[in-house]
């Protein structure tokens, strides 16, 4: 079998470039930025469809969506935003920096990370397919049982659903294994766990979340399409069966889902503030721990997600202690962050910004949660707008705002030229109104008792007003996005004649010690690191400013050679899953036979 | 001694282990949670069943077109034998590994070949006690006992037919003379994986088949 292939091709200056090449990549910092890409369009896509909502829920009574589009709508919206926009956006940054803050030329392995963007890409084409065939999923982004039974679902919609989610579910477990490798392994010399940046660390602790959260959810998806597919009952009650097993199940993983949501988004946030401040991260140790200990309880929680389901007082209590147990860790980051910034010399630069608006937006996101923590106060919100709010302070003010600072901070390192700052701010100003304004007023509505879900409400209840607020806010989002992207294409317009320098924000990580774009190899030779906030360690020895990297030609160096195993075998996955759907056993079969043909392939390459 | 030899062929790396057994070890940490829910569905659903045929005791259910009297699922003494095949197979893909962490050959095809008919026989047995099962009325959506223990002890006998394929594979280089002590790691991945199966399967017979 063939060894590692990190070994024996010749190291190439610049990139191949063409079409194959980025088919057939198997470099970190290209797959990246394919996830990248690939996630915020799909972003965009889970935007559109929030705005169709907001287009709806504008005024009583509205007919612009029927209910049966509605839930598709808010299905996919849920689906789409969680699986394939805040998830692969997060990969875009595990993929390009994890090898770069650790002092590594790559991943361990570099196929299987190819694979895993391909497994992502082909079951986000397939999730979206559905709006072809006017079958979008509509049974939520969590599926409930029984509805989602072939009894009261009989449509293709959940069946997309299904398979969709399990194919994702391939590529979030290859991807975990690949990068909890990574950070273990491959670290430089001196490079000891309590020396990585603490976006390794969150990256670290969120891919061991994936890999024991997603094989739950695997299992209740795979009792839900037999129960749909061969007619099992594991959720029907008519047979013994029981509904909440599906929330059971899906909820060990859906809670330690959220974490992997905000995990990498404390990371980011955790670099950027440092940086921003001029002052190193307040805490390191306490921030190490409250990350591991929030995951760990993280598994712990599950059932407040059920407050409403019956358990009893003991399920309820025990649960309800342990929620509001995670609000300490979660506390302690909080304060270290603002520990971070209090005495610092603060650059108000677009980065900044956006990881201070995380901060208050998260702070507000979390304090509405630790109120669902308590089953009475919950049995009043759950269902409600009220939790819509709280989810979309943490998830929209928290991770996607930690997300845009990030791009903000490292699309220097990536593209080679900077951001508009002028530009950037206004996209600040326009998110953080739009933001504030769609999903503060939902906490006074939801409370005043408007329904999750459902695709209107009547007039006369006291509704109307905070809605249209929600609209408005809505469109400003929408725009701050559509200035975003205007950023993006006039920076890289004008990339040749504004370069970036390796280190334009005085960084103290090891991505900001190489010129920007990286060469293939990354670094002209392994680092040895010493301390944490290694260059600001080095600067400080040097005197103030490290030299600007020079590019070298990289003779010598053995980088992986360019496969395109990695997609045949993805495209065998999607055809085996397609055979649950459509077709039958044949298509497993064909599907099994290239997903063996692709992995000996792969196995077998040559290494050289 | 062929250790120190195996470990010096692989990179550094920051532990010392290399990247693909860290990975495998890796994966079966995750296998571990799906197994996990498998079983603890199965515990869940444990006598619920509302209609037969059921595992240790004799109970009504549809056979042959008409409700009748349905003797007990399991045959012990069947699947007994067939965990001990499993367990000892794990014992021979050590030998087997010994031999080409030394370069023994003969040794290698030896015990490697006894490990890929041991997994081979174990699905067999599965084949057939499945085959035998449906045929006295234990279809796979005839109850809460046959779907859990279908999809249970399905997922853990494909898991061990695939085992056996990427063992089989093995086999096949170690006859090419191309599985060499410097190789030796690649089965010792695939006996890694090995071992876990039959940890799952020692957790399923008594769970499954003893427990009543």
């Known amino acids: 079998m063939a060894t590692s292939v990190l070994e024996h091709a010749p190291a190439r200056d610049h990139e191949a470039s063409g079409l194959w090449s980025w088919i057939t990549t198997v470099d970190h910092k290209r797959i990246g930025i394919l996830y990248g890409a690939t996630a915020f369009l799909f972003l965009l896509l889970g935007g559109l469809e929030a705005l169709l909502i ?202 330690p889902e959220v974490y992997i949501l905000i995990l990498p988004a404390f990371g980011i946030v955790s670099e950027i503030l440092p940086v921003f401040s001029r002052k190193p991260l307040f805490g390191y140790a306490a921030m190490v721990f409250s990350g591991s200990f929030i995951a760990f309880l993280g598994f712990g929680v599950w059932s407040h997600h059920m407050f409403a389901t019956g358990m009893g007082p003991v399920a309820d209590s025990v649960f309800s202690v342990l929620t509001m147990l995670i609000a300490i860790p979660t506390g302690v980051k909080i304060f270290n962050w603002l520990g971070t910034i209090w005495g610092g010399s603060i650059q108000f630069k677009t980065p900044m910004l956006f990881a201070l608006g995380f901060l208050f937006q998260f702070i507000i996101g979390g304090l509405s949660g630790v109120m669902h923590a308590s089953p009475p106060a919950d049995l009043q919100q759950t269902d409600t707008y009220f939790v819509v709010a709280h989810f979309h302070y943490v998830l929209f003010g928290g991770s996607i705002f930690a997300l845009i600072a990030g791009a903000y901070y490292w699309f220097p390192k990536m593209f080679g030229t900077l951001l508009s700052e002028r530009i950037g701010k206004v996209h600040f100003w326009l998110a953080f109104i739009g933001m504030n304004l769609t999903f503060f007023p939902m906490h006074f509505v939801g409370l005043h008792g408007m ?135 044949p298509l497993n079969v064909a599907g099994g036979l290239l997903t063996a043909l692709g992995a000996f392939s792969w196995a077998f390459e040559p290494a050289g | ?84 095949v499993l367990l000892f197979s794990s014992f021979f893909v050590v030998m087997a590994l010994n031999g080409a962490q030394t370069g023994n050959r003969k040794k290698l095809l030896t015990w490697l070949s006894l490990t890929v008919l041991g997994g081979l026989f174990f699905a067999a047995m599965q084949i057939y006690e499945f085959t035998h099962f449906y045929h006295k009325g234990l279809g796979y959506t005839t109850n809460l006992f046959s779907q859990t223990f279908y999809t249970l002890t399905g997922f853990h006998g494909s898991h061990v037919t695939l085992g056996a394929i990427w063992l089989g594979t093995l086999l096949i280089q170690a006859f090419r003379g191309k599985l060499t002590p410097d190789k030796a790691v690649n089965l010792e991945i695939a006996a890694l994986y090995w071992h876990f199966v039959d940890v799952v399967w020692i957790v399923i017979f008594p769970v499954v088949y003893l427990m009543r």
Not at chain 1, 540 to 563: C, D, F, W, Y
């Open chain 1, 54 to 255: 907001r287009w709806q829920l504008a005024k009583p009574e509205n007919t612009f969506l029927s209910p049966e589009t509605y839930n598709q709508l808010f299905t996919m919206h849920g689906t789409t935003m969680i699986f394939l926009g805040v998830m692969p956006l997060s990969a875009m940054f595990f993929n390009y920096f994890i090898p770069l803050h650790i002092g590594a030329r790559d991943v361990a392995f570099p196929r299987l990370n190819a694979f895993s963007y391909w497994v992502f890409l082909l079951g986000g084409l397939f999730l979206n397919s559905s709006f072809l065939v006017g079958a979008a999923p509509d049974a939520g982004w969590f599926g409930y049982a029984n509805l989602t039974s072939k009894q009261y679902s009989p449509g293709m919609n959940v069946d997309f659903w299904v398979i969709g989610l399990q194919i994702l579910g391939i590529a979030s477990l290859a991807a975990a294994v690949n990068f909890f490798v990574t950070i273990i392994n491959l670290r430089a010399p001196g490079m000891k766990l309590m020396r990585m940046p603490m976006f390794v660390w969150m990256s670290l602790v969120t891919q061991m979340l994936l890999l024991l959260a997603f094989p739950v959810i695997t299992v209740a998806l795979i009792f839900l399409m037999t129960d749909r597919v061969f007619g099992t009952h594991f959720y029907v009650p008519a047979y013994g069966g029981d509904p909440t097993l599906w929330q059971h199940l899906f909820w060990i993983f859906g809670h």
């Open chain 1, 451 to 585: 329904p999750r879900r459902v695709y209107t409400y009547p007039a006369g209840l006291g509704f109307e007003l905070m809605n249209q607020i929600e609209t408005v806010g809505a469109m400003i989002l929408g725009f701050s996005f559509l200035v975003f992207i205007y950023n993006i294409w006039i920076s890289m317009r004008g990339r040749a004649e504004h370069p970036a320098p390796a280190d334009p924000w005085n960084g103290a990580t090891l991505e900001w010690s190489i010129p920007s774009p990286p060469q293939a190899f990354n670094f002209a030779e392994i680092p040895t690191v010493s301390a944490r906030d290694e260059l600001w360690h080095q600067k400080q020895q040097r005197g103030g400013t490290l030299p600007e990297p020079q590019r070298v030609s990289g003779a010598g160096i053995h980088m992986p050679n360019p496969s395109y195993w990695p997609l045949v075998t993805a495209v065998g996955v999607l055809v085996f899953f397609l055979g649950f759907m459509m077709v039958g056993w």
């Open chain 2, 1 to 84: 001694m062929a250790h120190a030899d195996a470990h010096a062929l692989h990179p550094p790396t920051s532990t010392g282990i290399e990247s693909r057994k860290l990975a495998i070890w890796t994966f079966i940490g995750s296998e571990c949670l799906f197994f996990a829910s498998l079983i603890s569905t199965y515990l869940v659903y444990k006598g619920k069943s509302l209609v037969g045929p059921l595992p240790h005791e004799v109970s009504q259910c549809m056979l042959h077109g008409k409700m009748q009297q349905c003797e007990p699922m399991f045959e012990i003494p069947l699947v007994t034998f067939g965990t001990a």
